[in-house]
């Protein structure tokens, strides 16, 4: 393959991850998060991962390339972070979007990235 040819497969390849068993373990861990009371959970979810409070029924899988690949932009922008290839990209709403790039791994944890509607990150967390 040419380097013509890689760029141009690159360039097409998705970057929305599609829908399985870990974007909806995030989306039900989003709800979670954007539902409950407890003040704890609250107080993190506020002061500590800035995840906007929108209702469950908001919270959906992001399956626009268009929206995937900002993000994708956003997180390469990021201090010390790679390119992810794809990831799962999550609405929140009007609000913004939490996103996870399953091979990009803390040790044995994850990163979530929350960003804003224009693609900036306020915040997220990295965790089991």
């Given at each position: 393959?040419?380097?013509n ?8 390849a ?14 039900t861990?989003?709800t ?83 960003f804003d509607?224009?693609y ?8 089991g």
């Amino acid at each position: 393959m040419t380097a013509n040819a890689s760029t141009a497969a690159a360039q097409t390849a998705k970057k929305c991850r599609a829908a399985d068993a870990n974007s909806a373990n995030l989306i039900t861990e989003l709800t979670l998060m954007v539902t409950s009371t407890d003040s704890e959970t609250v107080a993190d979810r506020t002061n500590i991962y800035h995840v906007p409070v929108v209702s469950a029924s908001q919270i959906a899988l992001v399956t626009d390339e268009k929206v995937c690949a900002k993000v994708v932009l956003a997180i390469a922008a990021l201090p010390a972070k790679k390119t992810p290839v794809n990831l799962y990209v999550v609405k929140m709403g009007s609000k913004g979007y939490a996103a996870w790039d399953p091979t990009a791994v803390a040790g044995e944890y994850r990163t979530i990235h929350i960003f804003d509607t224009k693609y900036v990150r306020v915040g997220g967390w990295t965790g089991g």
